[in-house]
């Protein structure tokens, strides 16, 4: 069974900068798409951005020019960095793997992804 660790969230201020990380147990997810998603309270579910095996990213237009996420396969690790944090960032924040190393026509969606973190909470105040 896989399982994916998040760290690195926090409270910081509007303007401010945070890096989140997704440690994995299994060796495959080194071959795996891998995603960010997060949970505002009272709101569904959402994409953030993915990453395949071979580095290609991809991201919700609301993030775009402001995360960037990024793979070490070396050690199992994806990381979220997250610049000019907005108030409307605020949300859990949770990593995802899919049991493929492409992307699907659906890599934005919940549902192609297999396995999950238990989220790290991120919290950016006004």
């Known amino acids: 069974q896989e399982q994916l660790v998040e760290s690195g969230g926090g409270l910081v201020q509007a303007g401010g900068s945070l890096r989140l990380s997704c440690a994995a147990s299994?060796?495959?997810?080194?071959?795996?798409?891998m995603g960010w998603f997060r949970q505002a309270r009272g709101k569904d579910r959402e994409f953030v951005a993915a990453?395949?095996?071979?580095?290609?990213?991809r991201y919700a237009d609301s993030v775009k020019g402001r995360f960037t996420i990024s793979r070490d396969n070396a050690k199992t690790t994806v990381y979220l960095q997250m610049n000019s944090l907005k108030p409307e960032d605020t949300a859990v924040y949770y990593c995802?793997?899919?049991?493929?190393?492409?992307?699907?026509?659906?890599?934005?969606?919940?549902?192609?992804?297999?396995?999950w973190g238990q989220g790290t909470q991120v919290t950016v105040s006004s």
């Open positions: 995802a793997a899919d049991r493929s190393p492409y992307f699907s026509g659906s890599y934005y969606s919940h549902y192609e992804y297999e396995y």
């Open positions: 299994g060796r495959a997810l080194s071959s795996y798409v």
């Open positions: 990453i395949n095996w071979a580095g290609t990213t």
